[in-house]
């Protein structure tokens, strides 16, 4: 992995040029909050975010996207694959995790062509946290904090500069291409060992245990009391599920004509919290109450997910628990269900 130094200075014009062959999107203000959205303009960048709104898995798996069109006259299926040479900046640790997740989810069993020519078509710069994004985040507890890989570049911010990681081929044309850029000295090294150092402190092991008794405890806890109360408070809103950088459940749905004879396929984000999810035909509810649905995104983050791919599901970013307007807090109940044990 070579080491290179971009001035921050650079960073605006690299941006620029970027531009000119990619879409490039990264994380903006957006009021008191951020979002990631297509930069059209590098003042637009702010790379000093603490955490976003929806995660940016929304770039490789949209909120709403076209599957493919039909015509039944026709007898015709035209499969759709809107994917777009994308440059995604400013990627935090525990979204990339996330994206690891993501991989392997959409890769495996049922290869998704949509979301893997995406992934393909999109260059991921990633960002060092140096700072707790706020008081929800507990990263650190997750395993999440850092990375090595899952990235093309990685940027540490270095005060005047950033230092840059390069993992990929892909990255070291990135750079060369469009960016500005020296090797490392010596002193660029120690100053990046000293701030990698200085950053640990500040980030607290907000679990009571460690993350790998997580799903073991979990699946201790099948019939604990605590999925009743967090049932009685939860509003099912999907709230938690919207904002969770590893929920990948879809809803699958067709627009057609007024003649019925042509049509578009559609899926979107579903959440496992809705009250309609695990409704099936005959109008019997798997799921019905909302104490089951609430075990099963605890079991889903910290047990399921994890014997399914070997990553917990739950990356720490604290999302949901900003999110959630009853204020239930996944890692106060994690730690609740530890207490317990």
Same mark, same amino acid.
């Given at each position: 992995?070579?080491?290179?130094?971009?001035?921050?200075?650079?960073?605006? !014009?690299?941006?620029?040029?970027?531009?000119?062959?990619?879409?490039?999107?990264?994380?903006?203000?957006?009021?008191?909050?951020?979002?990631?959205?297509?930069?059209? @303009?590098?003042?637009?960048?702010?790379?000093?975010?603490?955490?976003?709104?929806?995660? !940016?898995?929304?770039?490789?798996?949209?909120?709403?996207?076209?599957?493919? =069109?039909?015509?039944?006259?026709?007898?015709?299926?035209?499969?759709?694959?809107?994917?777009?040479?994308?440059?995604?900046?400013?990627?935090?640790? #525990?979204?990339?995790?996330?994206?690891?997740?993501?991989?392997?989810?959409?890769?495996?069993?049922?290869?998704?062509?949509?979301?893997?020519?995406?992934?393909?078509?999109?260059?991921?710069?990633?960002?060092?946290?140096?700072?707790?994004?706020?008081?929800?985040?507990?990263?650190?507890?997750?395993?999440?904090?850092?990375?090595?890989?899952?990235?093309?570049?990685?940027?540490? @911010?270095? %005060?005047?500069?950033?230092?840059?990681?390069?993992?990929?081929?892909?990255?070291?044309?990135?750079?060369?291409?469009?960016?500005?850029?020296?090797?490392?000295?010596?002193?660029?090294?120690?100053?990046?060992?000293?701030?990698? =150092?200085?950053?640990?402190?500040?980030?607290?092991?907000?679990?009571?245990?460690?993350?790998?008794?997580? !799903?073991?405890?979990?699946?201790?806890?099948?019939?604990?009391?605590?999925?009743?109360?967090? %049932?009685?408070? #939860?509003?099912?809103?999907?709230?938690?599920?919207?904002?969770? !950088?590893?929920?990948?459940?879809?809803?699958?749905?067709?627009?057609?004509?007024?003649?019925?004879?042509?049509?578009?396929?559609?899926? #979107?984000? @579903? =959440?496992?919290?809705?009250?309609?999810?695990?409704?099936?035909?005959?109008?019997?509810?798997?799921?019905?109450?909302?104490?089951?649905?609430?075990?099963?995104?605890?079991?889903?983050?910290?047990?399921y997910l994890y014997e399914k791919f070997g990553e917990l %599901?739950?990356?720490?970013?604290?999302?949901?628990?900003?999110?959630?307007?009853?204020?239930?807090?996944?890692?106060?109940?994690?730690?609740?269900?530890?207490?317990?044990?």
């Amino acid at each position: 992995m070579k080491l290179m130094i971009l001035d921050k200075s650079a960073l605006a !014009p690299m941006v620029n040029a970027l531009r000119a062959d990619y879409r490039v999107v990264g994380p903006q203000a957006r009021g008191p909050q951020f979002a990631f959205d297509v930069i059209t @303009d590098p003042a637009q960048l702010r790379l000093d975010y603490n955490t976003t709104i929806l995660p !940016p898995k929304k770039v490789l798996q949209p909120q709403y996207e076209r599957l493919l =069109s039909f015509n039944r006259r026709e007898y015709q299926v035209t499969p759709i694959i809107e994917a777009t040479p994308t440059v995604l900046v400013g990627v935090h640790t #525990c979204d990339l995790h996330a994206f690891l997740l993501l991989d392997q989810a959409f890769s495996r069993e049922y290869p998704d062509a949509h979301y893997l020519e995406r992934r393909r078509q999109t260059v991921i710069i990633s960002l060092e946290c140096l700072e707790p994004c706020d008081e929800y985040s507990f990263c650190r507890s997750m395993g999440t904090l850092t990375s090595d890989t899952g990235y093309d570049l990685h940027l540490t @911010d270095l %005060g005047t500069a950033y230092a840059v990681h390069v993992a990929t081929e892909t990255g070291r044309q990135i750079l060369s291409r469009y960016a500005t850029v020296r090797e490392a000295t010596e002193a660029d090294v120690r100053q990046l060992n000293e701030v990698l =150092s200085a950053k640990w402190p500040r980030f607290t092991y907000r679990l009571d245990f460690d993350a790998a008794e997580l !799903p073991a405890l979990l699946g201790a806890a099948y019939d604990h009391p605590l999925w009743e109360e967090l %049932g009685e408070r #939860c509003l099912a809103c999907g709230s938690c599920t919207n904002v969770c !950088p590893t929920c990948y459940c879809f809803n699958v749905f067709d627009e057609v004509d007024m003649q019925l004879v042509a049509g578009e396929r559609w899926r #979107c984000w @579903d =959440s496992c919290q809705l009250d309609e999810f695990a409704r099936v035909a005959g109008g019997e509810n798997f799921r019905k109450a909302r104490s089951a649905r609430q075990r099963h995104r605890f079991m889903r983050k910290g047990k399921y997910l994890y014997e399914k791919f070997g990553e917990l %599901g739950c990356v720490g970013c604290g999302r949901c628990i900003r999110a959630c307007v009853a204020k239930i807090s996944i890692l106060e109940g994690f730690n609740a269900i530890h207490q317990s044990a």
